[in-house]
């Protein structure tokens, strides 16, 4: 049971919007950045958004990053078949001191 | 452009031990904090501990499932980064990454983040 729930799955066609949630606590989320990262399939996981909603260079404006109270969401507009990954929130615990993820939310293109 | 390599992962058995190693390059080794995050097959993403820079105090922090039992130290004459792994659960199989972790500021506070990850190395613990 992760600390941040995200949806397990998620799913859209080329060109749509999608959003992926992640929630948790005032021990994490409610007072910490949120950081969204993307894991396409057999390779490692690469940084997607940091700071909650600032784009890595390299990253397309396509992928945006929200955080209101102890939710946050990352949304891919412009969908594309290369989007097709598995996607993870993560930030900070105060209470636990530790790094927490999401259980992370495999997105699909239709 | 940094590059982390990890290596030293293998078969083991339940109770054993082995050493993970992670050389980094691109970066001032000395200046980073450096995490170890780890991918048990088909799952998710697990923090498995940190090591913060001698210059922040060197100081270590690990996750409650691997407290007591990992211990995350560094060479920084060698650019490595060093996961030794002691009294392996069949739990502990996954595929171990080394990150950096880097800073940013805004408004005039300052925030770690998991930055650049390794391609990871595999470690299996299985009688």
């Known amino acids: 049971q992760s600390v941040l729930t995200q949806p397990p799955s998620a799913s859209g066609t080329p060109g749509q919007r999608v959003t992926v949630s992640c929630s948790g606590s005032s021990s994490n989320i409610g007072r910490n950045y949120v950081y969204w990262y993307q894991q396409l399939p057999g390779t490692a996981p690469k940084l997607l958004i940091y700071?909650?909603?600032q784009r890595p260079s390299g990253v397309p404006d396509r992928f945006s990053g929200s955080k209101s109270g102890t939710s946050a969401s990352l949304a891919i507009s412009g969908l594309r078949s290369e989007d097709e990954a598995d996607y993870y929130c993560a930030v900070w615990d105060d209470r636990l001191s530790a790094w927490v993820f999401g259980g992370g939310t495999k997105l699909t293109v239709l | 452009e940094v590059q982390l390599v990890e290596s030293g992962g293998g078969l083991v058995e339940p109770g054993g031990s082995l050493r993970l190693s992670c050389a980094a390059s691109?970066?001032?080794?000395?200046?980073?904090?450096m995490s170890w995050v780890r991918q048990a097959p088909g799952k998710g993403l697990e923090w498995v501990g940190r090591?913060?820079?001698?210059?922040?105090?060197?100081?270590?922090g690990y996750a409650a499932p691997v407290k007591g039992r990992f211990t995350i130290s560094r060479d920084d004459s060698k650019n490595t980064l060093y996961l030794q792994l002691n009294s392996l659960e069949t739990e502990d199989s996954a595929l171990y990454y080394c990150?950096?972790?880097?800073?940013?500021?805004?408004?005039?506070?300052?925030?770690?983040?998991?930055?650049?990850w390794g391609e990871g190395t595999t470690v299996t613990v299985s009688s």
């Open positions: 090591i913060k820079s001698k210059t922040d105090g060197g100081t270590t």
């Open positions: 990150t950096t972790e880097g800073r940013f500021c805004t408004g005039g506070l300052c925030a770690e983040y998991i930055d650049v």
């Open positions: 691109g970066l001032t080794f000395s200046h980073a904090w």
């Open positions: 700071g909650n909603n």
